[in-house]
């Protein structure tokens, strides 16, 4: 399924980056009066200038990182990896993410029913690639140098700047019956609902259950990093390209959201350096709560991975099983 995936998306994304049949733009006079200009050329012909250079900065994105990071994580995958099956998981969540809002909040192109595909196969691949990870046992499998409170602050920090960001963008046109900004030719704020209703509750929802190390905020809070690094990829160049084409950019916004793709990036390089396929033990653990989630027993002074096949790992993957 991730395959198709791909296949579809190198479609979606180098059309919308590469046909370019030089239409002019022109101005739209839009249903609550205000005068935006359209695209008037290409496959985003019916998007306002704004909306069209995100969504072809996002497609540059796409092409150059989302879809050769699937491919390898799927590979990764393949081979029984579980820093493989994390990454698959978050950038599935990318795509998921990503070709929603298209078939939500993009203007009726050629490609709206490959949105849609592309939105279906990403939501079931998505669920799919959850169920194959042993949650009940992720907790032993990340090392003690996995920075837990700073992950699950950042996550928890990540919710509210976007409620704060958001909010603050909405409720004051709100309550002065005015339009908001970056509306433009469009009928509401997709972006704005789905970060507020899915993205926002996700991201402080993974941060605490990561502090209270229950082993489903570890899984979730992976998934959210590694979709916070592409998506905070995207944003950068939907920056870029909204500068390029000269249109007005929320400098405010534009820096909050570099600062924090830099620290996401950061942070997930982190979470790969913290993750072993084989779980973690350590001296004087007594349950599997204990610190840092390490492993139930006392074996030496070790934070290594047990070795394959080794008989203590066969007896703690026994204990880890769900219903045990």
């Known amino acids: 399924m991730s395959l198709v995936i791909a296949v579809l998306a190198v479609i979606a994304a180098a059309t919308g980056i590469f046909w370019q049949d030089g ?3 022109y101005d739209f006079t839009t249903l609550r009066g205000q005068t935006v200009q359209v695209q008037g050329g290409g496959l985003y012909r019916f998007d306002s200038v704004a909306g069209a250079s ?3 900065g996002q497609d ?6 989302g879809i050769p990071l699937l491919l390898a994580a799927c590979a990764w995958a393949a081979g029984g990896s579980l820093r493989g099956k994390v990454l698959r998981a978050g ?46 046992s992720l907790p032993a499998h990340f090392s003690k140098t996995f920075p837990r409170r700073t992950v699950a602050g950042f996550n ?38 789905m970060d507020l209703g899915l993205i926002m509750p996700t991201a402080i929802l993974a941060g605490v ?32 390209a909204q500068m390029l084409a000269g ?15 830099v620290v996401d990036m950061s942070l997930t390089i982190l979470l790969f350096r913290s993750i072993s396929d084989t779980p973690f033990i350590e001296e004087g653990v007594t349950g599997l709560w204990a ?24 007896t703690i993957h026994q204990e880890l099983q769900p219903g045990q």
């Open 209 to 240: 259950l990561l502090l209270r190390r229950v082993p489903f905020g570890y899984l979730l809070s992976s998934v959210v990093l590694v979709k916070g690094f592409t998506m905070g990829a995207a944003l950068l160049a939907m920056t870029a």
């Open 91 to 136: 950038t599935l969540g990318y795509f998921l993410y990503t070709y929603t809002s298209m078939a939500m909040l993009s203007a009726y192109n050629q490609f709206f029913l490959l949105y849609v595909a592309l939105m279906s196969l990403s939501l079931f691949a998505f669920v799919m690639s959850l169920l194959v990870i042993n949650v009940a």
């Open 156 to 193: 928890l920090f990540v919710g509210a700047m976007l409620a704060i960001l958001w909010l603050g963008l909405i409720v004051p046109p709100l309550l002065a019956g005015a339009t908001p900004f970056g509306l433009e030719s469009y009928t509401t704020l997709v972006i704005q609902a």
């Open 60 to 65: 540059v994105v796409t092409l150059g990182i």
């Open 54 to 56: 995100q969504e072809i």
């Open 247 to 261: 249109v007005q950019v929320d400098q405010f916004a534009a820096i909050a959201f570099a600062t924090i793709a």
């Open 291 to 314: 610190p840092e989630g390490a492993l139930q027993g006392q074996v030496g002074h070790s934070t290594a991975p047990l070795p394959a096949g080794n008989a203590m790992q066969t």
């Open 23 to 25: 239409g002019n733009h």
